[in-house]
């Protein structure tokens, strides 16, 4: 059944789990607010559920997302979509979170949505979120890869078309998705997945988005070498201007495969955007040297609300 309404959303304290259904019902949501931070999307919200241990409520005609965990501290709310005041439904959830022996805050809320939402400083207690922060670069500067800043990124996309000249770019489609299933598990046994929790939920977050590619607003594309898949990646229009990157992953034996994925992807399917925001680093210190060699040009910066 797709769900348009929030009459199928239980009303606080109440709450139900994050369906597929659900997409008609937060992407029309969605859609009416001003989005910058990556992980307002119905496709991120989906695939990711279960590692956030999503729940959705409302209150005054609102739609409330917890990421409600089985360690109390590592709880938070979403910025609420629809609201009508924003700051009285989020300091509603807050106080459910707390009432629920659960840490009161906001998370993952961008400049744009404490604007939108009304939150204050003289209400709120906001801190910075910089392990959250989302890297926005121009598409044109990742497709060119043009200057000086750019030198290193060329040479490796130079070296990965002299070494491989029978490869390919195609658009993911349902027969390709068991090749990305499988650079997916060479990836894991690489990185040893089944060792940490982190990169178990991602795992199976890129699972979800390839098993349901058909229900979910993300499009995909692949580099084929020698006809076998060896990278791919997701992702789809997060506002007017900016598309945002779901997942990328590649066949690390292939030199320059990551910088080949990333610049055709962009070229192939995203040249009509300005900005491609490819989401925060976690605090990763490799993943933080990765995105900033990029050079972004900008931050969407994030904050932490608490009640005041």
Not at 122 to 149: C, I, M, S, T
Not at 150 to 175: C, I, S
Not at 206 to 211: C, F, N, S, T, Y
Request: glycine share 6%.
């Amino acid at each position: 059944m797709v769900v348009t309404s929030l009459d199928t959303v239980p009303a606080l304290p109440q709450m139900r789990e994050l369906k597929l259904d659900d997409r008609a019902l937060i992407e029309g949501l969605l859609a009416r607010e001003p989005r910058d931070a990556s992980e307002l999307t119905f496709t991120n919200l989906f695939i990711w559920r279960d590692a956030y241990s999503l729940r959705l409520s409302q209150a005054d005609g609102a739609l409330l997302m917890f990421s409600w965990r089985a360690d109390a501290e590592d709880s938070f709310l979403l910025p609420p979509l629809g609201a009508r005041d924003g700051a009285a439904v989020v300091e509603a959830g807050l106080r459910h979170l707390r009432e629920s022996g659960h840490d009161p805050k906001l998370g993952r809320v961008s400049a744009a949505q404490l604007g939108r939402l009304g939150i204050t400083a003289e209400r709120f207690d906001l801190q910075p979120d910089r392990d959250n922060w989302d890297y926005v670069y121009l598409v044109r500067d990742l497709v060119e890869l043009a200057g000086e800043k750019y030198h290193g990124k060329r040479n490796h996309v130079a070296q990965f078309m002299a070494e491989n000249r029978d490869w390919e770019y195609r658009r993911l489609t349902p027969d390709l998705v068991a090749g990305c299933e499988a650079v997916q598990d060479l990836w894991c046994d690489e990185k040893h997945c089944d060792l940490y929790s982190s990169l178990r939920a991602e795992a199976r977050a890129v699972k979800e988005a390839l098993r349901n590619l058909d229900r979910l607003s993300a499009i995909g594309g692949c580099i084929v070498i020698a006809g076998k898949v060896e990278a791919f990646t997701l992702g789809e229009p997060l506002n007017e201007d900016t598309v945002t990157i779901h997942l990328e992953k590649a066949n690390a034996a292939f030199h320059g495969l990551y910088q080949v994925i990333n610049q055709q992807f962009l070229k192939r399917e995203w040249q009509r955007f300005t900005y491609v925001n490819r989401q925060q680093d976690l605090g990763v210190e490799g993943l933080r040297k990765a995105k900033e060699s990029y050079r972004p040009h900008h931050m969407v910066e994030k904050y932490v609300v608490r009640l005041g």
